[in-house]
C-alpha cells in the first residue's frame, strides 16, 4: 500500500534520523595509543563495531603493532588484509591510507597511489580528501621530476616513470576538477609531455588549463607557454605557417591581457619572430610567382600579404620594393633602381671551361 498524506511526515522524520545517524557514525575519528590500540572516537556508532569491526579491528592493531616494529611488508600486508576482506568496516579507509604512506616510505610510489585512490573512489566522503589529493599531487610530481621507485632485486635503481606520472595528474584533475590542484596538474600534464617530446599533447594541456581555468594564476603562464610551444612547431618560412599564426595568436592574447606581467618583453620578442617568419613566408611565395611563372596578380597578393603580416619590417619594406617591380614589368617597362630596404638583384655568375 502507498503511504497516506498523513503518514507522510513521520516517514521523512525517520529518513531523517536515519541519515543524521549515518552521518555522525562517518565523522567518527579512528585514535591509536600504544596502550589501547585503535579505537573509534565520536559518532553515534562508535561503540557498535559489529563482528566484522571486530575482526577488522584485531587485523588492524596487528598491522600498527608490525608498523611500529618497523616489519613494513608484514604492515602493508595487513592494512591490505582489512581493506579485502571488510571493506565495509570504519577501518578500511584507514588501512588503504595507512599502507599508502608505508609504500611512499619504501618508494612504491605506484603501489601508493593506488592506495590513495582506492580511498578516494570507495570512500569519497572521507575526512582525508584534500590531503590524499595533496599526497597524489606529490607523487605525481616526484615521478614528473624523474623519482626512482624502490630498488630492483635490491640492487638495480628503480625505473623512471614519466608517463605514470601523466597518468597520475590526469587522475587528480578528475578527482578534483575544482581544486587549487587541477590547473596545477594541467600545466605539470604540459611540462611532462613536452619533456617527452610530444608537443601536440602538450599544446592540448595549455589549451585545456586556458579554456576551463582562465580565471587561475597560472592563466599568464599557460597563455606564454603555449605560445611559445606554437613557435617551437615552426619550420620555417618555407613549411606550413599555420602553428606561427597559432603562436601570433596567443603572444598577442598574452600582452592584452597581461599587459603587467613580467614576461611581456619575452612575449614581445616572440612576437617579433613569429610575424617576421609569417611575413617573410609570404615574400618567399610572392617571389616565386614572380621570378618564377611571372604571375604577377599572384605576387601582387602575397608581397601585400607580407605587408599585411608585419607593416613595420624591413620585410614590408622589401615587399614594398618588390611591388614597385612587379608594377613596371606588367606594364612591360624596365625594373627601376633598387630602394632602401630592398635586396640588391643578384649578380650573373659565368663559367669559363
Known amino acids: 500500500m502507498r503511504p497516506t498524506l498523513a503518514r507522510l511526515p513521520a516517514i521523512l522524520c525517520l529518513v531523517s534520523s536515519l541519515l543524521g545517524l549515518w552521518s ?44 611500529e616494529a618497523g616489519s613494513h611488508r608484514s604492515a602493508i600486508s595487513s ?44 570512500y569519497p566522503n572521507t575526512r582525508r580528501f584534500n590531503e590524499i589529493i595533496g599526497e597524489q599531487y606529490r607523487i605525481a610530481s616526484a615521478l614528473l621530476d624523474g623519482a626512482r621507485g624502490r630498488m630492483v632485486w635490491g640492487l638495480l635503481p628503480g625505473f623512471k616513470q614519466r608517463d605514470k606520472a601523466l597518468e597520475f595528474f590526469e587522475t587528480i584533475l578528475a578527482n578534483a576538477p575544482y581544486s587549487d590542484y587541477a590547473p596545477l596538474s ?48 615552426v619550420d620555417g618560412p618555407y613549411y606550413d605557417q599555420g602553428a606561427t599564426k597559432e603562436s601570433i595568436t596567443y603572444f598577442t592574447d598574452f600582452m592584452l591581457l597581461f599587459p603587467s606581467d613580467s614576461n611581456v618583453a619575452a612575449a614581445e620578442k616572440g612576437l617579433d619572430g613569429m610575424k617576421t617568419m609569417l611575413a617573410e613566408s609570404k615574400v618567399r611565395m610572392a617571389d616565386f610567382y614572380f621570378y618564377k611563372r611571372s604571375n604577377f596578380k599572384a605576387a601582387r597578393v602575397f608581397y601585400n600579404e607580407a605587408i599585411t603580416a ?4 624591413t ?31 643578384k649578380k650573373k655568375r659565368f663559367f669559363f671551361f
Open 315 to 345: 620585410i614590408a619594406n622589401r615587399a614594398k620594393a618588390r611591388l614597385v617591380e612587379v608594377e613596371a614589368k606588367a606594364a612591360g617597362q624596365p625594373a627601376p633602381a633598387s630602394k632602401a630596404g630592398a635586396e640588391p638583384p
Open 310 to 313: 608585419y607593416p613595420e619590417s
Open 186 to 233: 594541467l600545466m605539470n600534464i604540459a611540462r611532462g609531455h613536452q619533456k617527452l617530446g610530444n608537443v601536440e599533447n602538450a599544446v592540448d594541456a595549455l589549451d585545456r588549463m586556458i579554456n576551463n581555468y582562465g580565471q587561475s594564476l597560472l592563466a599568464p603562464d599557460a597563455y606564454l607557454k603555449l605560445a611559445q610551444t606554437h613557435a617551437s612547431l
Open 79 to 122: 592494512y591490505q588484509s582489512v581493506a579485502k576482506k571488510y571493506p565495509n568496516a570504519i577501518y578500511a579507509p584507514e588501512a588503504l591510507y595507512r599502507s599508502a604512506r608505508l609504500r611512499i616510505a619504501g618508494k612504491n610510489f605506484t603501489k601508493a597511489f593506488e592506495d590513495f585512490q582506492q580511498v578516494l573512489s570507495r
Open 24 to 67: 555522525s557514525a562517518a565523522r567518527a575519528d579512528l585514535v591509536w595509543t600504544r596502550e589501547t590500540g585503535w579505537r573509534v572516537e565520536g559518532g553515534a556508532l562508535a561503540g557498535l563495531a559489529g563482528a566484522e569491526g571486530r575482526k577488522a579491528l584485531d587485523v588492524m592493531n596487528k598491522a600498527r603493532a608490525a608498523e
